[in-house]
């Protein structure tokens, strides 16, 4: 249990601006006071970071940037893939220490509240992601994985931040290495027979293919390798993030956790012979659930999607983009933290003049739902020959437009964004009446 008694000023963020976020994180925390405490400022910086997650995802997406590159490629891809997902989980995390209490985290009931309306809006974010993963589009969808994240967050909600980063940290290390063992184990072991008896019982994978055992070990962001980036953000909500020597303390330390984790993984693979020995062991059939590459070059080039190969452990010092191993969670995570801190940094200029993007951000559960809607609609050329044709003719431009120029006409107009609003007002009232 958290024994926090700090009186520091905490900022809130979001309106409901991802499925952890709250709309009421300005309210003040409960005190002994008879006077509550003025409401506190909003972290636009934290809505410019989570609008920014977005829109990196548009780049994996929908390839946008493409052709900006001298060659006609997209020198966009490289710098965001596996990063943009990474930002959007730790900013999950920090979304959570938001909603209850920031630095000086709200006590009691009101911490029972804010620990059920994180677990209600997990069960409400389930079934949407669910539904998105059935359209079938190449979209991995991240929505369902956080209903995970947010159960298995909770219990740590109310800790200090140095037990929620401790965490973090020894699950960063520990979590991909039992992720190794258990699918060795799932693949080609014990554990194959249960497994493919969980498999055959869970709705959700008659549903969408992808079930319980995908959104803990197996899937494109497993949380026995992604809880990491949910509890690092946890622990980096529970600062006082008003402060400019906590936000420069979050650029120069997550700098240094993407050097660590680069860095290292660069030496492993280079200097010390790690690749060379992957490109000598390589292995068709393990990488037929990971790619399907033809070479262990090409895996390299390209990553993978949420796991590495079980072939060889060698893997596991890799830093490939969603590899899910302990160099990329801390470098993909170091880049996360310093990336939020340079947003809050630059906060007094991101407050006018990134309006836009903070608007995306604010409203980043209907947009990212949004342009999933989109891209199955353009695959299905559902609106070829129609009027609306012009829209998934250039995607990549429609979506972004569409994304900073819808988002900031609605947050002006309305507030709320029209997802957020009714997740806001069940979880809330569900969370009030459970005991």
């Known amino acids: 249990m958290s024994n926090s008694t700090s009186t520091s000023p905490r900022g809130g963020s979001g309106d409901g601006a991802d499925p952890a976020a709250a709309p009421d994180q300005s309210a003040p925390a409960p005190t002994a006071a008879a006077t509550a405490p003025p409401p506190r400022p909003r972290l636009v910086g934290v809505d410019v970071a989570r609008g920014l997650a977005v829109l990196g995802m548009f780049v994996i997406h929908v390839g946008l940037g493409w052709g900006l590159g001298a060659d006609g490629a997209n020198p966009l891809t490289d710098l965001v893939s596996g990063r943009a997902a990474a930002l959007f989980a730790v900013l999950a995390g920090v979304s959570i220490a938001l909603l209850s209490g920031g630095s000086a985290p709200v006590q009691g009931r009101a911490m029972g509240v804010a620990l059920w309306r ?36 909770v219990p740590l909600i109310d800790e200090r931040w140095k037990v929620v980063a401790g965490t973090a940290a020894i699950l960063a290390a520990a979590g991909p290495v039992v992720s190794f063992w258990l699918r060795s184990m799932i693949a080609d072991g014990p554990l194959a027979g249960p497994a493919a008896l969980v498999e055959a019982y869970d709705p959700m994978v008659a549903l969408s293919g992808s079930g319980l055992l995908d959104l803990l070990v197996t899937g494109s962001y497993p949380a026995l390798t992604w809880l990491p980036y949910v509890l690092a953000g946890l622990a980096v909500g529970r600062l006082d993030l008003t402060s400019l020597r906590v936000r420069a303390g979050l650029v120069a330390t997550g700098t240094a956790l993407a050097a660590l984790g680069y860095g290292l993984s660069w030496v492993a693979m280079n200097p010390m012979g790690g690749r ?106 559902l ?45 809330s009232w569900a969370a009030k009446r459970i005991p």
């Open 276 to 381: 060379a020995r992957l490109e000598a062991g390589y292995s068709a059939a393990a990488m037929a659930d990971h790619g399907g590459y033809t070479s262990t070059a090409q895996a390299m080039a390209e990553g993978f999607s949420g796991t590495v190969p079980v072939n060889d452990w060698v893997w596991l010092l890799t830093a490939l983009p969603h590899s899910g191993t302990p160099l990329e969670l801390a470098g993909a995570g170091g880049v996360a933290i310093a990336v939020l801190g340079l947003c809050l940094l630059a906060e007094p200029v991101l407050r006018r003049v990134g309006y836009p993007l903070a608007a995306v951000g604010s409203l980043a559960l209907t947009v990212y739902v949004g342009h999933v809607l989109l891209i199955w609609v353009a695959e299905n050329g």
């Open 383 to 427: 609106w070829q020959g129609t009027p609306l044709q012009w829209v998934t003719d250039d995607l990549a431009l429609t979506l972004l437009v569409g994304a900073l120029g819808g988002a900031t006409l609605w947050r002006l107009a309305l507030g709320r964004g029209p997802l957020e609003q009714p997740l806001h007002t069940v979880s």
């Open 118 to 153: 994180v677990v209600v809006r997990g069960l409400l974010v389930l079934p949407l992601g669910v539904g998105l993963t059935m359209l079938g589009t190449p979209v991995a969808v991240i929505l369902a994985y956080y209903a995970a994240f947010f159960v298995l967050a």
